[in-house]
């Protein structure tokens, strides 16, 4: 049985500590947070160790890295530069009622929850955030270090570009690109093509404005998170 650290103990770490439980193929360390008030305590029944750098000193571990928010949608990546591991390093975390098909492929670092799908030909980045209920359909592509948030449905060929974001139940028309480091509000109806680095919201979604700092700044940085991708049959849960 391999063993597994979760970097994070918000929401989004919490929901893939329960992930990991239900498929039960891997021992739960616990998780690692930059939250001193957090150190030694528990969340949900797991440890609190530390940390985030204590992942160097866990160097049989297997990890994920869990933070991130509407609010800072950037922190995953800022953490997979700070801690600069190597790809096979990274877990990829796939709840046991997840659909991925045959031809789909989920890059390391990758977490897949509770009853989302990818149907024929996904091609998902590292570092990505499914939510429950997502549904991916034929050759869309989710770049590094997106999100896609509980309910979100994309159309056949959809391209996230790096960092994007898109909320809770929104729908995004086939054929359309978000751009890297946007933020799509939740319910909303994208119809055409969003550019990098701004906020659309709405029905059918509009600009409202310039994405926040974090995410801006990460236009600007050249670094990226890992590229190799792993092939994922349906039903397997962590790797």
Known sequence: MSALLIIGAGGFARE????????????????LDDNAA???TEVDGVPVL???DLVHGLRDARVVICVGNPGDYAARARLVRRLGLPADRYATVIHPTAAVSATSRVGPGSVLLAHCVLTAAVRLGAHVAVMPQ????????VEDCATLASGARLGGGVRLQRGAYVGSGAL???GTTVG???LIGMGSTVLGDVPPGEVWAGSP???????AAPALDELGTRTTATRTTATRPMGGPVT
């Open 50 to 52: 530390g940390g985030c």
């Open 16 to 31: 893939t500590a329960q992930a990991v439980r239900d498929a039960g193929d891997v021992e739960l360390l616990g998780h």
């Open 134 to 141: 997502v549904v991916l359909t034929h050759d869309d592509v």
């Open 172 to 174: 995004v028309r086939e």
């Open 180 to 182: 890297a480091w946007s």
């Open 38 to 40: 957090l150190h030694g």
């Open 205 to 211: 979604a509009r600009r409202l404005r310039a994405a």
